[in-house]
């Protein structure tokens, strides 16, 4: 049976279990949004910018573990969704971005409609890896090579560029058949290797990052038969709950915990430039686990080196060591917070963790309450805690936390925002509307580039520009849009709007006042 290279498209998407699209069609791309037409197990969220759509495929992908799927027209469309992809793969989280492209025999500078002079290795280029589909077959192979990433390597983004042309042909193929990958896991010898050094350490230091989201029951087991502390990246917060008695807020003065440690096992984390700034250079040796050989030994020496899957490596590891162990480890006290504004700002986050569920999801924005988020939110569950560390990418929080909520309509979602970071994708409040859901967004209105003109005072003398804000009314903006919208002072009054923003099936913007910055 012959069909459009679009019906090929999402039924590839649909066999291997993509349940969710996020983007706007484009004249270029209505051959997939025809195969929607009849295709019922797929939905399809119609976003406002196709760069909310792409931060929203990237928030579905961080909660689910799932790949995110982000579909746009050629040229500026795809352009648009970069940033996100961007910010997805400084995450390491699995974002497909599906977007139509020229034909072959459309040379450069002809004029074509959103004529672009080499769209896919632009697109590439910030992904790494994709694929240009020239035939219904290729479209086929594309979609399957973008889902084998998950659990197979590093999760990263990946591009699948389908010619306008291919879109509209009709293809006679062979229907996709998903392969089920076994976990990938390291060579009997290393393991023995780490087993030796565990074995006998005193005081091991497990140190987990977003790698490990998904073994979290394995990473408890190893501590407690370890009796091991256990220290969190930023994007490990979770792995294991902040209540736990082996957790230890590696934000209080790591070097302590790093510096007293004789063996570390380092999960699923590349030791980034951030990380490595606060951890220094350990004296311990390394046990280093992670999916992707090349992010091994390359920031800090590894005595062993275990490539394989985080849960399936641990769980080989836990059933060779011994057990009967007493901890060496010394008590710590932890410090008391030294920036003058961290008061407030504990009392705001403090708050918010006390009136949202055990298992609800945060979403920051590069905003200043959200640096603090790592030290005065505690997080208890996996992938529940999101903020776009690396790459920096203002606009964020709002649409990651809808794809966030789409994918998870039952549980607590969050998004925290500054007052500039909310007007780059404002605009995506309305999607949030459209899809019906009771979402929290909580804004920090200060007027001003807060991070920004902290900067100036501190290396330019208070020498200010371009950091005031002239702000619309967010009220008056929120009533526009048709949906709850309040302002509040303190934390009492910013816990009990939450609580009431989780009732609604619309989303509640909750604007914070600050202090007011003019110049």
Known sequence: MYRSGGQILIEALDAHGVDTLFGIPGIHTLPIYDALYEHHRIHHVMTR??????????????????????????????????????????????????????????????????????????????????????????????????????????????????????????????????????????????????????????????????????????????????????????NGLGVLSADDPRFVDTNDTPGWWI?????????????????????????????????????????????????????????????????????????????APEQEDDERTAAILTTLRQVMARDAILFNDMTLVCYRARRFFDVYTPRSFHSPLTYGSLGFSVPAAIGAKIAERQRQVVALCGDGGFMFTAQEVLTAKQERLGLPIVLFNDNCYSAIRRAQDREYEGRHVAVALDNPDFQLLAKSFGIPSVRVVSAKELGSEVQRAFARDLPTLIEVELERFEI
């Open 49 to 234: 910018h196709e760069q909310g759509a792409g931060y929203m495929a990237d928030g579905y992908a961080r909660v689910t573990g799932r790949v995110g799927v982000v579909l746009t027209t050629t040229g500026p469309a795809a352009i648009n969704a970069l940033t996100p992809v961007g910010e997805a793969n400084a995450e390491s989280s699995p974002v497909l971005l599906i977007a139509s492209g020229p034909d072959d025999d459309m040379t450069p500078d002809s004029g074509y409609l959103h004529e672009m002079r080499d769209q896919f290795n632009t697109l590439v280029s910030v992904t790494g890896q994709g694929k240009r589909a020239r035939t219904g077959q290729e479209i086929v192979a594309g979609v399957a090579e973008a889902m084998s990433f998950v659990g197979r390597r590093r999760p990263r983004p990946y591009v699948l560029e389908v010619p306008i042309g291919v879109l509209k042909q009709e293809y006679e193929v062979e229907p996709p058949t998903p392969q089920m990958y076994p976990p990938i896991v390291p060579s009997e010898a290393d393991i023995q290797k780490a087993v030796e050094l565990l074995n006998v350490a005193e005081r091991p230091l497990l140190f987990v990052g977003g790698g490990a989201q998904d073994a979290s029951r394995e990473v408890a087991r190893l501590a407690e038969l370890l009796q091991a502390k256990v220290g969190v990246s930023a």
């Open 259 to 335: 510096s007293r440690a004789d063996v570390i096992v380092a999960i699923g984390t590349r030791f980034d430039a951030r990380t490595r700034s606060w951890i220094g250079s350990p004296e311990a040796e390394l046990i280093h686990i992670d999916l992707d050989p090349e992010v091994i030994g390359r920031s800090l020496p590894a005595e062993v080196a275990l490539v394989g899957d985080a849960a399936a490596t641990v769980e080989i590891l836990l059933s060779q060591l011994n057990g009967d162990r007493t901890s060496s480890w010394p008590e710590r006290e932890q410090r």
